[in-house]
């Protein structure tokens, strides 16, 4: 499959493409018991904190005797849900993971709220004083008496599977399969045989039926089933959004309904409280947990307008 050609290219292509030239402190040697700062951004494209954190994991593996800190400051803009799991901490700690680096010699620190969204990358030799933590605002309060949005996550996984259902509409991947095999016709004398041929070895597992409920449900917000579960006079609201005329809603729906049965099935005590409305249309399908106090006031649906091009489009 081509996806798994990419994968497999972007791994070694990627860090060299993407690295970026103003990495604080790179290649610098920690001195005898003194942490290191060297190197703290704010919020990244995937390509350049894939340099960055690659950067990080080449001065540890060339210094054996420290250790490496990745101190991670929230913004004042994050929802509650990131409060105590930066989303940009898990970023990181899957990339590392992909690279397979021992992730036994770093630690992750929240540090607090700062006006953005900050990371520190600590070298920090084995005996020293950790990295002081610097920041500059309170942790913002969740309020108790108003509706408000807590989480929101895509709705549909990063990667779909030959083997996962479809959700787009019939007649639409009809139409675009038929203008993928034009393209492909016209484009036919640029291919490289020898890509065709990788392609055509390729030895592609199927996915099992676990894996695949795992994916579908991985829109899912744990920090939300718990914070149901901490203040059990609330109820939680989840706002659904896609293109209806590119996905089946029926079957976006079913999916969201299927996932609250699991939320239910795992935690007795959010049986009930939990409700779900589409909320109209947005570009790619997502999905917003809102949490409603006892007497509070539903959220209202947010869609986005659609474009012009879009439009014209759909009447062709």
Not at 162 to 175: A, N, Q, T
């Amino acid at each position: 499959m081509k996806w798994l050609v990419f994968l497999g290219l972007s791994v070694w292509i990627l860090p060299i493409l993407c690295m970026s030239q103003d990495i604080i402190g790179a290649g610098e040697r920690p001195q005898a018991n003194v942490p290191v700062l060297i190197d703290e951004f704010g919020t990244l494209g995937d390509c350049d904190l894939g340099a960055r954190t690659d950067a990080f994991l080449i001065e540890l593996n060339e210094n054996p005797e420290v250790r490496g800190y990745v101190i991670s400051y929230n913004g004042i803009e994050v929802l509650p849900s990131q409060y105590g799991s930066p989303a940009h901490q898990r970023t990181l700690q899957n990339h590392i993971s992909f690279r397979r680096f021992d992730s036994s010699r770093i630690t992750f620190v929240n540090g607090g709220f700062r006006d953005r969204i900050s990371t520190q990358f600590w070298i920090v030799p084995i005996g020293s004083d950790t990295p002081a933590l610097s920041p500059t605002l309170p942790e913002p309060m969740i309020p108790y008496d108003r509706t408000f949005l807590f989480d929101k996550r895509y709705l549909m996984p990063d990667w779909i599977s030959e083997d996962m259902p479809s959700f787009i509409l019939p007649e639409v991947l009809e139409r675009e399969k038929a203008e993928a095999d034009n393209w492909q016709h016209s484009e036919e004398e640029y291919v490289d045989d020898a890509t065709d041929e990788v392609e055509e070895n390729e030895d592609v597992e199927s996915m099992t039926p676990e894996e695949i409920e795992k994916e579908l449900m991985s829109w899912i917000s744990p920090s939300f089933v718990n914070f149901l579960t901490e203040r059990p006079d609330t109820t939680g609201v989840l706002v659904f959004y896609a293109d209806d005329q590119r996905y089946d809603i029926r079957s976006l729906t079913e999916l969201i309904e299927k996932g609250v049965q699991k939320i239910e099935s795992q935690e007795d005590r959010s049986v009930g409280r939990i409700r779900y409305i589409f909320g109209g249309y947005r570009d790619f399908p997502g999905v917003e947990y809102w949490i409603v106090p006892q007497g509070g006031k539903d959220p209202l649906p947010q869609p986005e307008e659609r474009s012009v091009d879009e439009e014209s489009e759909v009447s062709e």
